[in-house]
């Protein structure tokens, strides 16, 4: 089968006066039609950046400096404006935290739809108006005539987060980027979303990039996993593999400091330190600083991507085995 | 006796009608006072040395009576009794160290700094201006609160934004605690950190309760959190309690519908790829909220009843209060 | 957005105040590096205009009108050499230009000041106290807003008279609601920000809420606020001393200046004007450029 997207190592960089931050700094994975990626990070460990990067989104003064992105075939590094204005919106759609980022506060929800159809297709104003009602009906909203000629504020926010997501789906995008979508969310909002994108996703091939720092929420949601630390995928595989049979050190260490794989009311298990920065990494694995099992050459020379079987890929020397489960 | 004990605290927001309402009000047209029930007749006692945990969405006036437990709000209705006697009634040393008593740390690690302070400064300001400690010992007071939080004291000179998010959190955690409260109402205090941080910021929180004998009010809306750390736990809809009893029975096999619902949605790490059942529609406005039981339009389990009569906060086992008529059958 | 995500992370080794960090941030515009120059430059030279001026132009014992009018790089019959020129009474242009600037700077710095002292008492109090207070004192500041500030500095001077303290007077009122408006604004918004709950909850006292967490925190956008109207004063000022109601015609501005040539500009004698115009136009635009680099810098929304 071939992949819808393809991420082969991807460099984005910031070029700021305090020095250069590589942001994203060699991100390989692949995601096929219908797949549901979850990409797990704390803040700064680029997973919001590899996804603006998809998206073409990276603005002075950072740029992708190495790498390649090939979306359906089509490789977006290098790719013009006038070809991102084709590939934005059609082939690739962004869903945010804050949805008022998809959604201009002045206009009509229709409004905002019929345009997202129309700047790429010349169908008849009454098609895309049906289409537009059946997007929102899809995602769940409740009266979709009548919500249509509302405009954003009048929609709470987790129904905001569903217009965001319904005008997403518009043109049957190959690939949707979500980044921490339900994170300002209640809980039980939460999960009407995530469920939502998962029907969705399942019946429409729509592969999904979930970008988020919880890993409770793409556990539920996702085939497969990647964590990302310090601007590298440290480890990935399927989402069930990864949770239950850790291989990598820092992804052990975030599920052990769970509350909920800790005896109660006892100290968690927490990893020592914090993430370091970007201006200054250590040489080696980042990590290493932070890692019980880090042994001399993680802190003298980077780890690469290895495979680790059952369709796993690693970057670390000193790996848990697969068979101590957590 | 308890430390803290809410009676029957009631907060409303009043939006006055502007000058425009008021003149369409003349001209004859209906002007409606726009009132939120933030806290809707609310009782809640923390006992010394105790953890309790306070869950809620939005819209549930957690962060309101977080608020006025801390002092920082007046109850519209009701009072706070510290320690058996109302806050407002004490001469006015006692009022302040009433006060004092209770220390709020809040969720935003940035915004909760003064900017322009030197660390020194934040942590110290408010024990030499109370008098906790004199201003040759406040040096060596700043550095012992530093070290309790698990600062590096040589960092002392330095400003806010030279810090993580995870030291910001210590330095707001130090702030509070260099007053010598009894206790402390932390409002999301970890929502804003990141995983690998969170666990040692909870770790910090439970060794202080331990070498302080501290009590909590842990306002959160992240149930795992709050079940590791939390003695007892009230739930929170739409401004009132429907549901307060220790920790592990409220999260293991909880009573009130909404209680259950919130323990199904709560992302798990355990459970693996499986498909959701999301509990349907959506929080209620908290200026319209429904009729009886708040709970009643997203409830499975609604019966006529429940649209008319407020359920009332009982308790259907020894320190087990839910509000829910279900509990009237049986 | 993903920037800062990054910058959170970034911890520093030494310790780098606020102040440093601005100073810093600041010099990476070379062009705002060049304005500030500018203006050092030009409070320097008219600070030191009593010593490095060729001529003192209020002594009028060093006046000739014999030498009234003599073109830039003219000589004297004395051979004193006039760099710019002189003007209808024998005034050397430069010095003149010196002397001016300083009024002009005096001007606009002291109303400036004035005005931000009455501002800041004003819209903070009416920030935090609101209700009524805030009611009455921000009324006053629409009034005062609604109309032009030239009209109410003419009507000012008109009643009160020529007379540098006059028009100090006169800009100070036009003034001082800019910044009562601005401050309030930014204290509304301070107001709710945690660290001044921690400060409440912390029982410290309403006066030292004020001014040790609130007021510091206000000031950022006032910086600019004033820069910019440091500008508009003297630009208010020259425009005031032109339409001849500002300073006395024995005290020449570069206002007054300019309007002293303006009757000779067509016969061909554009000096007496030109050079004091030109260096206005320097002046305000030097002084903008300052403030347009505060406004980036300190403005959190445009900040990437």
Redesign the interface.
Known sequence: MSAVLEVHDLKAHFFTRRGVIAAVDGVDFSLERGEVMGLVGESGSGKTVTGLSILGLIDPPGRIVAGSIRLAGQELVGASEEEWRMIRGRKVAMIFQDPMMTLNPVLRIDTQMMEAILAHEAIPQEAARQRCRDALGRVGIPSPNERLSAYPHQFSGGMRQRVAIAIALLNNPELIIADEPTTALDVTIQAQIVAQVQKLAAEMGTAVVWVTHDLAVVSGLADKLAVMYAGRIVEEGPTADVLNRPMHPYTLGLLNSLPVRNPRGRPLNQIPGAAPSLLALPPGCPFAPRCIRAVDICRQVAPAETDAGNARRLRCYNPLPAAEAA | MNLIEARRVSKRFVRKPDLAAKIAGMLGAPVKQAVVHALDHVDLSVAPGEVVGLVGESGSGKSTLGRIVAGLQDASDGEVMFEGKDRRTLDADARKRAYLAVQMVFQDPMSSLNPRLRIADIIGEAPLFHGVVGRAEARSYVSEMMNTVGLNPAYAERYPHQFSGGQRARIGIARALAVKPRMIVADEAIAALDASIQAQVINLFMKLRTDFDLAYLFISHDLGVVQHIADRVAILYLGRVVEFAAAEKVLATPNHPYSQALLANMPRVETGKHAFAPLEGEIPSPLDPPRGCHFHPRCPHAMPRCSEEVPPLKEIAPGWMSACHLNDRA | ???V??K?????DQ????FA?FV?DYC?SWLAVAALVVVVVLITLSALAPWIAPQNPYDLTQLSIFDNMLAPGERSMEGKLYLLGTDDQGRDMLSAMFYGLKLSFFVGIVSTAVALAIGIAAGITAAYFGGRIDTVIMRFVDLQLSFPAILIALILLALLGKGVDKVIIALVAVQWAYYARTIRGGALVERQ???I????????PSH?IIF??LL??CLPPLVVVATIQVAHAISLEATLSFLGVGVPITEPSLGLLISNGYKYILSGKYWISVYPGLLLLLTILAINLVGDRLRDLLNPRLK?
Do not use: K
């Open positions: 957005m993903a920037d995500s990054i959170g992370t970034l911890p520093r310790v780098e105040t606020p960090r810093a990476s920000r945690e660290y709950d921690a400060a409440r909850n912390l029982a410290l030292r040790r967490h510091p925190n990437a």
